[in-house]
């Protein structure tokens, strides 16, 4: 499943050429072992402490639901890989260290095995988890997850980000079974590819049947395999997860299996702290640190406290990357590396003002638009380096099988001259420095297209996350090449859950023309990179509506084919078509306390948004 990742995340999508480049471009630094880092992770030293490491939160950012059933509207990495994760663990833990890969020792279950042409699926689950109240973590809880997922997306398809209609959970699940208390059999309708499955669909987060299967804080356990009885539950706990100042003191919450418990929650700062749970069966530090959460109101609040020495963990933002030098004077590690996943800006393809909806279904338009976006000079003038150039939703940073041909050169490279030719072509007076109108409506070759009648202007907004600087940065100049060429684009900033909370919904009709363009930062993606649940037309994730029928096609065989070159083929006809504007992606980079120690794979994970205090510990 994607999850939203704010601007100040953002990954890396290179190829040879580009690696070099952004290599070339950090080696005023200690470049480390993994290609395309920034900086170093050293290995584990010193004497362990117990105490409590302190977790910047950026700006804008906090978590805004606890239910492990995360709904579209509060579907970012700060919700779940910093803070639900925490305290729920996924049935399989597809990140490791950089690599996007699972960690197995940290999996709750066993490698699936897929059976009857890949229509059955065997989950047998570890015996090293149980929950926080002693009671046993059983398969009845992972089916009792599913059932309440169901529930869920019958209510509202927004209610669970990760659905798509008739494909995948639950839809696709005809019956369930579980044998035994470590076993569940998952019965499909039709085969699937068994790497997208397991990869990007069986992550779920396994609940406390014998606590959570209730109607009422006081009611009895239901049996939640009726769906009579999964809706009320659903509806309870949902209902439960709204209430954000009761998230400490509510016990449903207190039953956990990951490593930490909650202990508080400020509802309108959104700082909280956790303690160790003792029961957690994982792999973790001989002594966990306790877990303070820090909000910071901006950027550069941020930094100032890194630079102070009063966190603990935190991130260096993009335009402070040449003080590098002063961060580790000061005491700190740092470690940048692209998130696994896609930067971009969000094309509404159901935006009707100003015909927005048939200019931007015109693929010349998206053409021209890419070769308006300077990403070299990006590279060098905002990111300093620390990242790498991307053309389309697979990165070749963290290098993976799925990479295609076109992301290791520029399709649509930076050329007023190219976009303006463009525009020429298809009927467009082009006026530089001023508004374009559409001279020659119509669907002729030399036409500007369906629905596009002679006189339309190129004038339509982009909205954009105020925090990280350097999404604003890369939009204003965006629009100021645009400008050269006639696009009128006007910006206007917005903050990170506001965004994803607001614009997320494409079939809202109270947002659905408010939002031509919109750049949040972008997404993370599963282990197995299909933008299944993005780009397919019938995706919930779908924010911006993009609809293609070899689109929908590739994405399809993704999902069902054996084929482990399926999904490489749907990001080359993604990367060309452009259902969003691709930008670079820079590294996140995350900066620790000398007196922080522990696995060098948590600490090289924070890069790609995932929090793993309790395999860290404090020297002093």
């Known amino acids: 499943m994607r999850i939203a990742r704010h601007a100040a995340k953002l990954a890396v999508f290179v190829v040879a050429g580009a690696m070099v480049l952004a290599s070339c471009a950090k080696s005023s630094t200690s470049t480390g072992s993994i290609s395309g880092a920034f900086g170093t992770v050293p290995p584990p030293s010193g004497t362990l402490h117990v105490g409590t490491i302190t977790v910047a939160e950026p700006p804008g950012a906090t978590p805004t639901w606890i239910f492990p059933v995360t709904p579209s509207a509060n579907n970012s990495v700060y919700t779940i890989s910093s803070f639900q994760d925490e305290m729920w663990r996924p049935l399989y833990w597809d990140v490791n260290g950089v690599a996007p890969t699972e960690t197995r020792a940290m999996s709750l279950a066993n490698a699936p095995v897929y059976s009857n042409g890949d229509k059955t699926i065997t989950i047998t689950l570890k015996s090293n988890y149980t929950w926080s109240d002693g009671q046993p973590l059983t398969s009845k809880d992972v089916l009792f997850w599913i059932d309440e997922m169901r529930a869920a997306v019958k209510e509202d398809p927004a209610n669970w980000a990760g659905y798509t209609p008739k494909v995948g959970l639950p839809d696709q699940v005809v019956s369930a079974s579980t044998p035994n208390a470590t076993t569940l059999v998952l019965n499909l309708n039709s085969g699937v590819n068994p790497l997208w499955m397991t990869e990007d669909q069986l992550a779920v987060q396994p609940m406390p049947s014998h606590a959570w299967a209730k109607a009422s804080a006081n009611g009895p356990i239901l049996d939640f395999t009726k769906p009579v009885n999964a809706k009320k539950i659903y509806d309870f706990l949902a209902t439960e997860s709204k209430s954000v100042s009761t998230y400490a003191s509510n016990p449903l919450w207190q039953i956990v299996n990951g490593p930490y418990k909650l202990t508080s929650f400020n509802s309108t700062t959104g700082a909280f702290t956790m303690m160790p749970n003792t029961s957690y069966g994982g792999p973790h530090s001989a002594k966990v640190p306790s877990l303070q959460a820090v909000p910071f109101t901006s950027d550069t609040a941020e930094f100032d406290a890194v630079k102070a020495g009063s966190i603990d963990i935190g991130y260096m933002p993009q335009t402070d990357v040449p003080q590098v030098s002063r961060v580790k004077a000061a005491g700190y590690n740092v470690f940048g590396y692209p998130d696994f996943g896609f930067s971009d800006v969000a094309y509404n393809f159901k935006d009707t003002t100003g015909d927005f909806n048939h200019i931007i279904a015109q693929l010349y338009i998206r053409q021209a638009i890419a070769h308006l976006q300077d990403e070299e000079g990006y590279l060098k003038a ?53 508004t374009d109108t559409c001279a020659r409506g119509g669907t002729a070759a030399n036409a500007c297209g369906v629905g596009i009648p002679a006189g339309t202007k190129l004038a339509f907004n982009l909205i954009y996350s105020a925090v990280p600087t350097i999404i604003g940065e890369q939009v204003t100049d965006l629009a100021s090449q645009a400008r050269k060429a006639g696009f009128a684009i006007t910006l206007k900033s917005d903050n990170f859950n506001h965004i994803i909370a607001v614009y997320s919904d494409s079939t809202s009709p109270n947002t659905i023309n408010d939002w031509p363009m919109v750049d949040y930062g972008g997404d993370t993606d599963g282990t197995y990179p299909t933008t299944f649940g993005v780009f397919n037309t019938t995706a919930t994730g779908n924010s911006g509506s993009y609809s293609d029928p070899q689109a929908d096609k590739l994405i399809n065989a993704s999902v069902t084919s054996g084929s482990a070159g399926a999904v490489k083929n749907e990001a080359s006809f993604l990367t060309a078509q452009q259902p969003s504007l691709f930008q670079p992606d820079p590294d996140y980079i995350a900066v620790w306390k000398n007196i922080v120690s522990g696995q060098p794979a948590a600490f090289e994970s924070l890069t790609q948004y995932q929090l793993n205090p309790e395999q860290m510990y404090l020297t002093n």
């Open 382 to 434: 905002f990111f300093h380096g620390a990242g790498g150039l991307a053309y389309g939703p697979v990165p070749s940073i963290p290098l993976t099988p799925y990479t295609p041909a076109n992301a290791v050169t520029n399709p649509y490279p930076f050329s007023v001259g190219a976009a303006v030719s463009l525009l020429k072509a298809r009927g467009w007076k082009v006026v530089p420095g001023g």
